[in-house]
Structure formats: structure tokens, C-alpha cells
């Protein structure tokens, strides 16, 4: 298992920290996140749920005998194992870290061009802390120089941690802390470096770059078909900058008129087509907000657009605008030029207010929310403090806008267009959400990287700006962690329909690990314009290409096709909880909770051993009547149906 | 007072009553409307022409029928019974719409056009005629009628009537004992002919010197013995005849220390560890000039019996976890937002109201405090002794929790219902006064037994593979107690059970020495109950049971575990402990609770408590499902059980999803595996043993274990339609809240209108 081993090393286990030794075989540390699910060769399953539990916390040591056993070597060693192209930039002894689980330890700090790796030789089993550096949103020295005469530094973290350390006063004043190699490691845009992604060279044998064009999956859903057709009028990102070079438009809007209508629309995100049923033809379509401004200013060709998108679906007169902003915000934005569509300008369209709220209340809630979860929970008051950072809220709401999409196209068999201000943070959100729940393949594996290469990436969310990879201005207000609402949602989902998804829990938490560690290009840059200048796919290695070079670590294994199903989740806070296995994983008193995959897993084994062993019998059996006589022609095998061997 | 028309009890009992229903009124529509009676039970009074509300939204879906009440339901029988439901139970005493009146909380009566409402009790008057009648019952169920065709005398009567019966002047009226007398003679002659005394029944019941001495015995505590004292209740009035003691102890001294305990409640052994250490449960000592001597005596003696003369903690309980009163008044808040708020008001603030309802928080205390208790167990090997006034509320809850905590045999279906047969039902636990079955006294009122089923709910919840039973069976088991046909949820102790049944004996001309548990069975013969296939709901195809430790992990690991000791002094316990333990001569140096305190954005770093620790190294290794379990006590990881409190709520219930897609999966696989096994036993002969895998204990042979079957290779696997997060129970009909109103796209607004604008309502109205 060579391969595994190395792609073990990798990264999103990294993201983490969890002792090297603990993970026996690979030496790497790997997230607590990774818990049951992590990456190995089937066999290992057990010995990474020994790892998991041993996460009371991300950084609790394990068993050291398993440690001792399996992993002499690497154990002894104060460094990481590298990946390829990865350099130790600085070392430093005598480090003291703060766990707020376990107390203060000290010990060997390690800052690469990928990681900073702490580990605590003075523990049983060795203590390691392992976090990619894209992981840091900022490093803060705390206070000045204590009386012992120690500098402090605090790392907070993209993912609802924060680490402290310390160390003692340099008696080279000239020699700079090791956290100021951090910082310049940490943030790389910001100190024109290169963002790791682009210097890894690790090989896999899948190459994730390939999993989605956009022009087969449009072919997937029907398109072009008699109503709609597949255009090139923005290959050359002329039309708009953010948009994908290749777009679904209804058959009977020329080119020349689909660059009119983008006049009209905010950043030229004119409405394109980013999903069609394929019985009713009713579309999910998406775009900007109408430049209608205080004037109520009009665009004939923008209207006659709609008018198309409506006409294409013969099964409704009716068109629905879903504006996924609060009424207030759509109304405040004809100050700047833009609004919201009005119904005397659009006949046969109706139009709703989701009230989703924007990017920046989404950040607040998020960060009251890291208060409230991080590093511990309080005993009492926790659901009203959970309450009042108003997560489960905006996601109850995002989830119950995508709901009322999908149920407008799926039981209304009306075609619908979505759009909040710019089209591409809530926008996205409730596009890709109601396509989960419309169609299938998208709950496969290879089905959600379609989407979220189409809907998210090729359709322009500006991950570089709302992640600020690299790039030390921690106080940007472009960030905001709608991308990991939008997984929360789809966890959501998960969680009421726990056979409809092929992925699992796993594999949502690899994804926002590696939304931030940076160590695949997969989520770098604001738009496919930008990526393909920035030649990322070429210079890069794509997140699919290391999940689906090991897919049996993010499958469910409890997924049942539900073919043409169409979820319809209770959009309800009885229903909705808050992602444990996500938010609250650094907690060493949390155990990760996926023993039902795991058990299922085992029964697979199971049968497999007794397919096996009834097959045999069965030959024998059917060896030896032939060579004896024909009496046993009763005999049991026969009255046995046969039984599935595969899952 | 009312016109009892005695009609002859029909054999129809076993049926199914819906089936028989659906035939009569194919063949005859407009024919009578008969009601399924059980033997001995009559029809007090019945109306016709009533509707039964199915949906709060509109009364298309409504169904007319008659409304009757008998001495032990309220029954429903519809004109036109809609095709029977796939997804429901189908309960062998119980119709569809039939309510045990036991089953009800209250009687509202109400009377639209005057604006008039009138909640009824035993004996009363009504000075209106109703227009309608809302059933709220203790299954969380609230069931509507309309009188708007009905004659209103009569409607008014069937009010009456049912309000009256609902509240048994004596406990012999509950209609088990008519039932259980008149199936005793009936069924006198099958019994006859072979089948044992006891019903076949695999639950010990306790009520034996022998069921004692096997546990001691499974459990290796050769340092304690049964004890006889109590024959004939000759000591205390609610200790079982038989308990165990130390060997230590003569009974002479018991009797002697018994004075000083409240209602002489002597100490009560429940359980050994492995390491030697009991768990021990005992009332208080009523004189303080006593206490000290008789605490002393009895401590020494706890301890000579643990092989490594471990010392003994004591937890007072009832000065570390909520009464009884705090619990009855947090299960009300919680029913109240659960199913009697509406629901989209009931969304704005839904967290806020679950925590101020306090039912999690309670919950999480049991737990937390069940698993300090383990600790010192395992982790100490101290042994521990449960105190509380009377020993009879909060102490069963605790000790069965460390007993299924610590002993994975309580987590077998019938290791579980020994359990509460021990440490509730013999134990002597109020169920009739906490159950409030006759209605008398609501102050005694407490759902202590639901709120231990909560908590086992939470462990289940959290280690799904580690029990052999699934939610739905203790869902069924929590409704069983508003059954009153059962002889395990009617007594206050067992000397109540004893007496009433001794003269309920009598009265029907038992003969003397007839085996309890024969003429009036508990309720773990499920086959009174549920069809052999709808009992196959109970089973988790997940449990690990004993046989298949071997495909766990590759290493199999035993109960037995070594542990790690920690230092024998108690340093830093944890707020509760510190009150909850006043034993123990460990003077403890106080520390800040890690949680309490600010915390700053670089929080300030603590060491942990040896008990923070013991958890703390328990979780950092894989849980072995067979071994000692500890639940997850962050107040994240308890969670509201939405099968039991949320079944009825027809908005909340995910189509075609909710764990049961999961456990539909997981059956399938068991039953092919099963197959599988089948087919070897087959090659191999009877002997050769294979493995079982999941259960040991189920009769594997002929009838499938699992409720869904192996799909077909030609089948798609795909969930069944009927499917949904309330199954095997439905809301439709059983959840009509008064005055709701509502679309039905409210339900995929679920309470997003708060935020929206009323130009957007109004725009929304396809």
C-alpha cells in the first residue's frame, strides 16, 4: 500500500494534529477530523478508530503501545515527515504550547514552507501538533515579555481554533522568533512567496483536474436541446470576467442580445442555466441582481431574457425570482445602482424575498459561534447561546430557500431564477443546494465535485478573497465562511437522509480542511479567469485527484440510490443541529460518532467471509453429488435464493 | 349514572381490529359500527356521527365515524376506514384510533360557538353541549373530535362518560383486572396442555431467591448473599421479599439496623463489578444520633465484602440531582413545545424553549452523575452506595444507569428488562402514583421512567452497536405504561403488587399458588402486544452481541480490562460531586470547574481532576461496545429524542428519511447475513456453531430477525415510500392541535416567515 502511505502523509490530515506516531504506518498526523473515516487500506479501520477515540482530542496521545509497536522510528524523530518539496524554514527547542484541553507542555516547534509542527517529547506518548499553515488567519504576540521573561504568541485559526505558545526572550536579539518565520510561511501572498499548492509535486493516480467539463455535464441534463443551447459568447471572458467560458442560454436569445442583456446585470452575470428537470423542463437559473437603480430603470432585452427562460418550459406561465436577500437589503441596493426586479417590468414573474442575510453577518455569526463552542462548552445556557449566535437560523433559512426552489421546479413544475446582489455567495448556496435535492448525481461523490466545480467554482464565488489565502489581512471584510455554510447545509442533509448521499461525514470535513491548508489548487483564485491565467492546473494538484484516488475512505456505506428521489428535508430547528463533528472536533471529551458506518462496514465483511465460505461448500457439495449419485438433487443450495455479494 | 349496555364480549381480541373493520364496511357501509372488545370489556356509552380531525389545515381528510367508550379505551370506528397504513404498528389490543383511558391526560371539552371550554374530571357536570372533544394523552398524542353531526345529548353523554372513566376511583377498576381475570379462565385450558408456568418468559422477575442467586453468581459478588428477612413483606413495606446483603451482616443486625431506615429500607445490593466493587442502594436514616453508628456498620460490612477491601463512596442523591416535582414540571414545559405549541411560533425561539424546559439538562445530570458513579466503580474500585430519602425515584434512574453503563449484559434485550424489573419494579418505584394512573394526586405525578429511557435513548444514541434493542422498542415500552394490562407499571411496590393481587386472585377464584406472572403477566411477553414480525422492530441489526466481539477490531476484547489506577485520593472533583458525596473521609482541596470561567481568546490552561482524566483516557480508546460504556456529557452531545417526543407532529417528519433509512439499510444486510448462516448451519449440521453473529439470544432458526428483508438482487434498495422519520408511528390523525392555522407551503416555510415580508407572503400563495 505504498500509495496510501504516501498520499497518507498528505495533507488533510494534516490539517491537524494528531500524533505522528499514533498514525502508525504514515507517520503523519492527521485531523481529528478524520476520525473513523480516515484514509487506509480497509484493514486499518481498526486502528483508526484507535486513533480517532484517542483524540479526546486532536492532540491527545494514543495507546503507546500501538505507537511503540508499529512506529520505532518515526516517534523518536522531533520533525515532521515532509511532503514532496516541503522545507524546514526553522527550528526551535524549549516551546511551550498552551493546550486548553490539557495543560501546558513543552517542546520542539518545526515551521516549514507547508506546517507548523509542534511535538512534546516529555509526554507519553509523545505529543504532536501538526497544522498546515494556510490554516492561520492571524499570529498575535500577546503582551510583552512576561515575568519569566517569556514571548507569547497566539495563532488563531481559520478553523475554530486558536493555539498559544511561548518561549523564552532570545538571547540573540538579532535572531528572529520562530512565530516571525511563521508569520512570513503563513502568509505567502502577502510576503510574495508562493502559495504552496503551487511547489507540492505529489502524483496521484486519478487526476481530480478531469472531473468536470462543463460542456458533458450540460450534456448529462439534456442540454443543448430544442429550447436550450450551449454558448461560447464568453470564451474569452469578455461578456462577464466572473463567469465560466461556457454557458447554457435559451435557444431563441442570440449572442448579440445575451451581451446587451448583461449590461443590465450586476457585473454582467447575466441569468444562465444551471439546472433543468428532466421531465418537466422547468430550469433553475441564476444570476446577478438587475441594475434597476432608484429610477426603476428598464431593460426590454433583459426582460424579453426572462420572458425566454419562461417560455422554455411549456408546463407553467409563470416565472419565479427568487431575490435570496432580505427586502430591505434588495431595496437599499437600488442606492447603488442595483434592486430587484418589478413586476410591472416582468409579467408572469413573481418575485421573493429569501432573507438570507449577507456575507458579513454570516462572518459575525460564525465568529460568536467559535465563542461559543471554542476551546470549551459551557455546562449550562448552551442551546440559548447557541441560539444567540444565530448559525442554525441562517442556515435553517438558506436551507428552507433552497427547499422552496426545488419545490417550485420539482411539484410546480415552474421554472425559477436565482439571484441575490453580485450571484455568486447566496446565489450559489441555494443553486447548488436545491440541484442536491433535485437530483441525485449530485449526492454521488463524482456528482457533489461537479457541483461544486460548476456552481461554485467555474461560477465565479471568490474563494481567494472570502478565505484570504496567504494573505495576512485577517480583517478583510470580502471574508466570510459562506462556502462552509453551505457544506454545514449539506451535512444538514446528510444527517436527515443518511442513506441518500454517497459521501460521508469524512469527506465533507476533508473539504473544508483543504479549503484552507492551500495545499491543492483546487479552491485558489476568484474565477475560472483567474485560474486558468494563474495556470492552475497545471501548476497545481487537485483536491479530487487525492479523494478519488481513495474513495472508499468518503463513502457511505450506507447509500442507497434513491435514483430520481427528491429530498425534501424539514426545514425545521427541531431537525437541525449543529455540526458536531466540524465545529466542535478539537474538544478532547468529544468522541467522533460514526460507529454506524463502521459497524456496517464489519457486516459487509462478514458476508463477504460467508458468501465465501457457502460458495465453497456449495462446490463441494456439488462436486461431490456429481461424482456420487443424483439422490442429493434436494439438497440445500437449491431452495436458497440467491443474495447480493456486493453492496 | 351511565346507561351500561352490557354487550357480549367478542373473541375478536387477537385480531387485528382494523382489518375486521376494513371487511365490514366493504361488505356493509352503512352497517353498525361494532368496536374489537377484549374480554370483559364493555361499552359504557357511544355517539354517533362524530368527526375525527386528521389535519389541522383542512377537514377533507376527516373521518366520521362512532365514538365510544368502554371501561378501558376510546375507541373510534371510522365509516370509512382509509386503507390501513403500512406504517404503523398494528398493536394486538389497540385499534387505530383506540386510546386506553388510562392513556388519557386530560378531557377537554369544548364548545365553539359559546367560546366555552371545560377541562373534565371524574363525577362532573357540563353545563353546555360540547361542539368538541380533545384528547390530550400521556403518549403525547393529541386527538380531536367534532360533534358538529351529533346528536349533542349523546355527545355530551360519551364526554362524560369518558372523563369519568378516565379517572378510576380504585385501582381494581383498572380494566386490567377485569381482563387479566377473564383470560385467565378462558385461556385455563391451552395452558393446560403443556406450556410452563411461567409463559416461557426469559425475564427474571425477581420475585425469587433464584433469580437473585444467579445474578450474584453472573456477576461474581461471592461476598454477598440473599437474604429472607422480608418473606411476607415482614420488614419493610416496599423492599421485594428477597435482598441481597452483605454476607457480613446476620439478620439479626438487619433487622436490628432496619428501625432507623426509612420505611426500614434497608441497604440494597444491585450489582458487582468484576473488581469486587457493588453497587449498593439504600433509603436515609431518619435519627442523626444513629446515622453515624448504623453508616459505620453498614460501610464496614460494604466493605469486608469487596475482595480488596476497596472503600465506599456514598452519593447523596437527592442533594445532587433535580426532584421528582422539578422533573414532572420539565417534562410539561418540554410536551408543551413538542407537540402542544404551534409549530412555526413554537421554531422562532425553539432552542431558548428546549433549554428553559430544562428536560436536556436533567437528562445530561442523571447521566453525568450515573457516570462519576462509574467512575469511582471502575476507575477506583470503590464501591458505591446510592442514597436517597426513600430510595424509591432518583436512585432507581442512577443505578440502573451505572448498571448499563458498566455491564453490557443490561444492554441485551433481556438483561435490560431485568433491569428495571430489579431495580424499579421490585425496587419499588411508584409507578402507580408516578404514573398517576387513578388520576388522584397530581403532586406524586413524575415521569421518572421516561426520563431513565431518555438517558438510555442518549447512550444508544451515541453507541449505536451496543445495544441489542432499538429506540422503537423503548418507544413501545414507554407507551406500554399507559396500558393498563400489565401487572409491571400498576404498583407502587411489591407488596401493593402482592396484596391487590392476592385479593384480585380471590375475587376471580385463581387457586392459591398460581404464579403471579401467569394470571397477571408484566409487559415483557411482547406477544400480548405485538405481532412476532412487528417485534422485529426492536431489533438492532448493529449489536454487537457477545458472539461477533471477533469482527470487531480484530482484537477481541474482554469485559475484564486492565485499568489504569490513579491516585487513591479524591483531588479536584467536579462541582456536583463535591455536593453529591459527603462519604468518604477524602477531604477535597476545591478547584474552579475548567467550564465555569471566562475564557479569553487565548484561554488559560488547567490540569485536569483525576476524574477529568479517568474520562478523558476512557475516550481516548475505541469504546468496546461489550465492555464499559460512558456517554458523551458535553451539553452538545445530548440531544432531544425526536422519535418519542416528535413522532406525532406531522411537520416534523422527514418523508423517507430520519435514522430509520439507516436501520432499513443495516436490516437488509443482517438478514442476508443471516441467510447466509442459515444456509452453513445447513451444510454444516446443527453443531458445528458458526458464529451468530449479532444476537445471541434470538431464536435465529425459521423466523428472520429482521423487520426489512433482503432485497432481491433484481430489487432496488431504495427505502419504502411509507418510510419516515415518525416510523414505526404516524402522525396522521394522532397530532390535531386546536386552532392552527395555516397553508400547507407553511410547512416549507417552517417559521422562515418571521423574516419575511408580508408583501412576500402574500405573494407566496401557490
Not at chain 1, 497544522?131 to 503582551?143: H, N, Q, W
Not at chain 1, 505567502?188 to 508562493?194: A, C, I, M, R, T
Not at chain 1, 455540526?579 to 458506518?597: A, D, F, K, L
Not at chain 2, 409549530?343 to 445530570?365: I, K
Request: proline share 6%.
Amino acid at each position: 500500500m505504498e500509495k496510501s502511505g504516501s498520499i497518507d502523509s498528505l495533507g488533510s490530515k494534516r490539517s491537524s494534529s494528531r500524533q505522528p506516531s499514533v498514525d502508525s504506518l504514515s507517520s503523519t498526523s492527521t485531523s481529528r477530523s478524520d476520525r473513523s473515516a480516515q484514509a487506509k487500506p480497509p484493514s486499518a479501520m481498526s486502528s483508526d478508530s484507535v486513533a480517532t477515540s484517542a483524540e479526546l482530542s486532536p492532540e491527545l496521545r494514543v495507546k503507546p503501545k500501538t505507537l511503540a509497536k508499529q512506529v520505532p522510528r518515526d516517534s523518536d524523530k522531533e520533525e515532521p515527515q515532509l511532503l514532496p518539496n516541503e522545507t524546514v524554514q526553522d527550528m526551535a527547542q524549549d516551546v511551550t504550547y498552551f493546550c486548553p484541553f490539557i495543560g501546558a507542555m513543552r517542546g520542539t516547534v518545526t515551521v516549514t514552507n507547508y506546517r507548523l509542527f509542534f511535538k512534546c517529547m516529555d509526554r507519553e506518548p509523545a505529543f504532536v501538533l501538526d497544522l498546515p499553515l494556510g490554516v492561520v488567519s492571524r499570529v498575535e504576540k500577546i503582551g510583552s515579555a512576561s515575568s519569566r521573561g517569556d514571548v507569547s504568541y497566539g495563532l488563531v485559526c481559520k478553523d475554530m481554533r486558536n493555539l498559544r505558545f511561548a518561549h523564552k526572550q532570545m538571547d540573540d536579539t538579532l535572531r528572529k522568533s520562530i512565530f516571525e518565520v511563521l508569520m512570513k510561511f503563513a502568509f505567502p501572498v502577502s510576503n510574495g512567496l508562493q502559495i504552496f499548492a503551487f511547489e507540492y509535486g505529489q502524483v496521484f493516480p486519478e487526476n481530480g483536474w478531469k472531473v468536470y467539463d462543463a460542456v458533458s455535464e450540460y450534456k448529462r441534463q439534456g442540454i443543448p436541446n430544442e429550447s436550450w443551447r450551449i454558448t461560447k459568447v464568453n470564451d474569452h471572458y469578455e461578456v462577464c470576467d466572473t463567469y465560466p467560458s461556457t454557458l447554457a442560454v435559451p435557444v431563441n436569445i442570440p449572442d448579440e442580445e445575451l451581451k446587451r442583456v448583461s449590461a443590465f446585470r450586476a457585473k454582467g452575470r447575466i441569468p444562465v442555466l444551471s439546472w433543468i428537470h428532466p421531465e418537466s423542463q422547468a430550469t433553475v437559473t441564476r444570476c446577478s441582481q438587475p441594475m434597476v437603480g432608484v429610477n426603476g430603470k428598464r431593460s426590454k432585452e433583459d426582460e424579453k431574457y426572462l420572458q425566454a427562460i419562461m417560455d422554455a418550459n411549456a408546463q407553467s406561465h409563470k416565472l419565479f425570482i427568487f431575490d435570496a436577500r432580505p427586502s430591505v437589503n434588495a431595496a437599499a441596493n437600488k442606492m447603488k445602482g442595483g434592486g430587484y426586479e418589478s413586476e410591472d417590468a416582468y409579467q408572469n414573474a413573481e418575485l421573493v424575498f429569501l432573507d438570507i442575510h449577507n456575507i458579513h453577518v454570516m462572518r459575525e455569526s460564525l465568529r460568536k459561534l467559535k465563542d461559543v463552542v471554542y476551546p470549551n462548552i459551557e455546562d449550562s445556557h448552551w442551546l440559548s447561546n447557541l441560539e444567540s449566535t444565530h448559525w442554525l437560523e441562517h442556515i435553517k433559512l438558506i436551507l428552507a430557500g433552497a427547499l422552496r426552489i426545488a419545490d417550485k421546479v420539482e411539484s410546480g413544475k415552474t421554472s425559477v431564477v436565482v439571484h441575490c446582489s453580485d450571484g455568486w455567495d447566496r446565489t450559489g448556496q441555494l443553486t447548488s443546494l436545491s440541484m442536491l435535492m433535485l437530483d441525485g448525481y449530485y449526492r454521488t461523490i463524482r456528482g457533489f465535485e461537479v457541483l461544486l466545480e460548476k456552481e461554485w467554482l467555474s461560477f465565479g464565488h471568490r474563494f481567494q478573497l472570502r478565505i484570504g489565502h496567504g494573505d495576512k489581512n485577517h480583517t478583510d471584510a470580502d471574508r466570510s465562511p459562506v462556502f462552509i455554510q453551505f457544506i454545514d447545509c449539506v451535512w444538514q442533509l446528510t444527517r436527515q437522509f443518511p442513506a441518500a448521499f454517497e459521501f460521508n461525514e469524512y469527506f465533507l470535513v476533508t473539504i473544508l480542511d483543504h479549503l484552507y491548508s492551500c495545499l491543492f489548487g483546487t479552491f485558489l483564485c476568484n474565477s475560472e479567469q483567474q485560474r486558468l491565467k494563474e495556470e492552475i492546473p497545471k501548476r497545481t494538484v487537485s483536491l479530487w485527484s487525492y479523494i478519488n484516488s481513495q474513495l472508499e475512505e468518503f463513502t457511505n456505506p450506507l447509500y442507497v440510490n434513491y435514483s430520481n428521489h427528491v429530498l425534501f428535508p424539514v426545514v425545521s430547528l427541531r431537525h437541525l443541529e449543529l455540526w458536531v463533528g466540524y465545529y466542535i472536533r478539537w474538544n478532547p471529551r468529544m468522541r467522533p460518532q460514526e460507529p454506524v458506518h463502521q459497524r456496517y462496514k464489519e457486516l459487509l465483511a462478514k458476508r463477504a467471509e460467508l458468501q465465501k465460505r457457502v460458495d465453497e461448500l456449495q462446490r463441494e457439495v456439488t462436486n461431490r453429488s456429481a461424482s456420487s449419485s443424483s439422490e442429493r438433487a434436494g439438497s440445500p443450495t437449491r431452495s436458497i435464493t440467491p443474495v447480493q455479494t456486493f453492496v | 349514572m351511565f346507561s351500561v349496555k352490557p354487550l357480549k364480549p367478542t373473541f375478536k381480541c387477537y385480531l387485528p381490529p382494523v382489518q375486521t373493520d376494513v371487511k365490514k364496511t366493504i361488505e356493509q357501509p352503512i352497517k353498525k359500527l361494532e368496536p374489537s372488545l377484549l374480554q370483559g370489556e364493555i361499552v359504557v356509552n357511544e355517539v354517533n356521527f362524530v368527526r375525527k380531525c386528521i389535519s389541522a389545515e383542512s377537514s377533507q381528510d376527516d373521518l366520521w365515524g362512532k365514538l365510544i367508550c368502554t371501561n378501558f379505551k376510546v375507541s373510534f370506528i371510522p365509516q370509512d376506514a382509509p386503507p390501513k397504513q403500512k406504517s404503523k404498528l398494528s398493536h394486538l389490543l389497540l385499534g387505530e384510533h383506540d386510546i386506553p383511558l388510562t392513556c388519557l391526560e386530560q378531557v377537554v371539552t369544548v364548545n365553539d360557538t359559546k367560546g366555552k371550554k371545560k377541562v373534565l374530571g371524574s363525577n362532573q357536570k357540563l353545563k353546555f353541549n360540547p361542539t368538541e372533544l380533545i384528547l390530550y394523552c400521556k403518549d403525547l398524542r393529541i386527538i380531536r373530535f367534532c360533534f358538529d353531526e351529533a346528536g349533542p345529548e349523546s355527545a355530551k353523554k360519551v364526554c362524560l362518560a369518558i372523563a369519568h372513566y378516565s379517572h378510576p376511583a380504585d385501582i381494581q377498576l383498572l380494566f386490567g383486572f377485569e381482563y387479566q381475570g377473564r383470560r385467565y379462565h378462558e385461556s385455563k385450558g391451552e395452558r393446560v396442555n403443556g406450556s410452563t408456568p411461567r409463559g416461557g418468559l426469559q425475564t427474571p422477575i425477581f420475585d425469587r431467591p433464584s433469580d437473585w442467586d444467579r445474578e450474584i453468581k453472573r456477576t461474581g459478588a461471592s461476598e454477598w448473599r440473599v437474604c429472607a428477612i422480608n418473606e411476607n413483606y415482614a420488614i419493610s413495606q416496599s423492599l421485594p421479599e428477597y435482598i441481597v446483603v452483605p454476607v457480613s451482616l446476620a439478620d439479626q443486625d438487619l433487622k436490628q439496623y432496619s428501625i432507623f431506615y426509612t420505611d426500614q429500607r434497608i441497604p440494597l445490593w444491585c450489582w458487582n463489578h468484576v473488581n469486587g466493587s457493588a453497587l449498593v442502594r439504600m433509603a436515609n436514616i431518619n435519627d442523626p444520633l444513629q446515622q453515624k453508628k448504623i453508616d459505620q456498620r453498614v460501610f464496614t460490612a460494604i466493605t469486608k465484602s469487596h475482595p480488596q477491601r476497596g472503600e465506599v463512596v456514598r452519593s447523596d442523591l437527592d442533594k445532587c440531582l433535580p426532584n421528582i416535582q422539578d422533573i414532572q414540571s420539565a417534562f410539561v414545559k418540554i410536551r408543551q413545545i413538542c407537540v402542544i405549541d404551534p409549530f412555526e411560533e413554537s421554531e422562532e425561539r425553539w432552542l431558548t424553549s428546549v433549554e428553559n424546559s430544562r428536560w436536556l439538562e436533567f437528562v445530561r445530570a442523571f447521566l453525568k452523575h450515573s457516570a462519576e458513579m462509574v467512575y469511582y466503580l471502575e476507575g477506583k474500585n470503590s464501591s458505591v452506595v446510592l442514597q436517597e430519602g426513600e430510595d424509591r425515584d432518583l436512585s432507581c434512574v442512577v443505578s440502573s444507569l451505572v448498571q448499563l453503563m458498566l455491564d453490557p449484559h443490561y444492554r441485551s434485550l433481556i438483561g435490560f428488562q431485568s433491569l428495571v424489573q430489579k431495580e424499579w419494579v421490585m425496587a419499588g418505584h411508584r409507578f402507580l402514583d408516578r404514573c398517576n394512573h387513578l388520576k388522584k394526586n397530581d403532586k406524586e405525578e413524575s415521569p421518572l421512567f421516561m426520563l431513565f429511557l431518555d438517558c438510555v435513548w442518549q447512550m444508544m444514541n451515541q453507541y449505536p452497536a451496543a445495544f441489542e434493542f432499538t429506540e422503537t422498542y423503548l418507544t413501545v415500552l414507554s407507551d406500554s405504561m399507559w396500558i393498563p394490562l400489565f401487572s409491571t407499571f400498576l404498583f407502587n411496590s411489591p407488596k401493593q403488587r402482592a396484596q391487590y393481587l392476592m385479593d384480585f386472585a380471590k375475587n376471580k377464584a385463581i387457586p392459591q399458588g398460581e404464579d403471579q406472572v401467569v394470571y397477571f403477566p408484566p409487559v415483557w411477553n411482547w406477544s400480548q402486544q405485538l405481532s412476532i414480525k412487528d417485534q422485529t422492530l426492536f431489533n438492532n441489526p448493529m449489536y454487537v452481541g457477545k458472539g461477533a466481539a471477533c469482527v470487531q477490531n480484530g482484537e477481541v476484547k474482554t469485559f475484564r480490562r486492565t485499568k489504569k489506577t490513579y491516585s487513591s485520593t479524591m483531588r479536584g472533583t467536579s462541582a456536583s460531586q463535591r455536593n453529591g458525596l459527603k462519604g468518604g473521609e477524602e477531604p477535597l482541596p476545591r478547584r474552579g470547574s475548567l467550564l465555569s470561567e471566562l475564557k479569553p481568546d487565548f484561554s488559560p490552561v488547567k490540569d485536569e481532576s483525576p476524574i477529568e482524566r479517568f474520562f478523558r483516557d476512557w475516550f481516548s480508546r475505541p469504546a468496546d461496545q461489550q465492555g464499559v460504556l460512558i456517554p458523551l456529557l458535553m451539553p452538545s452531545h445530548v440531544a432531544l429524542w425526536k422519535l418519542f417526543f416528535l413522532r406525532w407532529v406531522p411537520e416534523a417528519c422527514i418523508p423517507k428519511g430520519g435514522p430509520i433509512t439507516a436501520y432499513h439499510k443495516l436490516s437488509q444486510l443482517v438478514d442476508e447475513i443471516e441467510i447466509l448462516q442459515s444456509k452453513l448451519r445447513q451444510y454444516k449440521g446443527p453443531s458445528s456453531g458458526s458464529t451468530p453473529l449479532p444476537s445471541p439470544s434470538g431464536p435465529l432458526s425459521d423466523q428472520r430477525r429482521m423487520y426489512f428483508k433482503a432485497s432481491s438482487p433484481s430489487d432496488s434498495s431504495t427505502p419504502p415510500d411509507y418510510l419516515s422519520s415518525s416510523f414505526p408511528f404516524t402522525p396522521v390523525g394522532n397530532l390535531c392541535r386546536r386552532g392552527i392555522h395555516g397553508t400547507p407551503i407553511s410547512k416549507f416555510l417552517n417559521g422562515a416567515r418571521i423574516w419575511l415580508s408580508t408583501e412576500t407572503l402574500a405573494n407566496d400563495t401557490v
